[in-house]
């Protein structure tokens, strides 16, 4: 099986008003195989969130497997954010609080791909 995990957090709170990072890996038979990751700025006084680099990094991973004709079997991640987002998505239905570029190039992906299964697994603890 093949698994897309990614992760997206911010530089200081939430929201930034310095940015975030956003990483992604596909793990095939539980073996790493291939990975990116990347920021996002906050540019012209524009607040960066959790949800937007937690929603980046599933989609740098989707556009890469759906470029390479990946059959992906499950994307993990820690946002439910996110995952709610992606099944509306697939289903046709709004979702709210996306970039129209960013919704398009999901909706593209997701197309692709066709069906993705999720798994939510829980996140780590930002304070000691």
Same mark, same amino acid.
Not at 30 to 42: H, K
Not at 75 to 78: A, E, L
Not at 96 to 103: A, E, H, T, V, Y
């Given at each position: 099986m093949i698994q897309l995990c990614t992760d997206g957090g911010l530089i200081g709170k939430n929201p930034s008003r310095t940015g *975030?990072?956003?990483a992604w890996r596909l793990v095939r038979d *539980? #073996?790493?195989?291939? !990975? !990116?990751? *990347?920021? +996002?700025?906050?540019e012209n006084g524009e607040l960066v969130t959790n949800n937007q680099t937690e929603l980046l990094a599933v989609l740098h991973g989707l556009e890469y497997t759906a470029d390479n004709g990946i059959h992906l079997g499950q #994307?993990?991640? !820690?946002s439910r954010v996110t995952i709610q987002r992606l099944t509306r998505i697939a289903n046709g239905r709004k979702v709210?609080?996306? !970039?129209?570029?960013? +919704?398009n190039r999901l909706r593209i992906a997701l197309a692709r791909i066709g069906e #993705?299964?999720?798994?939510? #697994?829980? *996140?780590?603890p930002t304070r000691l």
């Open positions: *975030g990072t956003w *539980g #073996v790493p195989c291939v !990975d !990116d990751s *990347g920021y +996002l700025w906050a #994307v993990i991640t !820690d709210g609080k996306i !970039d129209f570029p960013i +919704l #993705v299964r999720y798994l939510l #697994v829980k *996140g780590h």
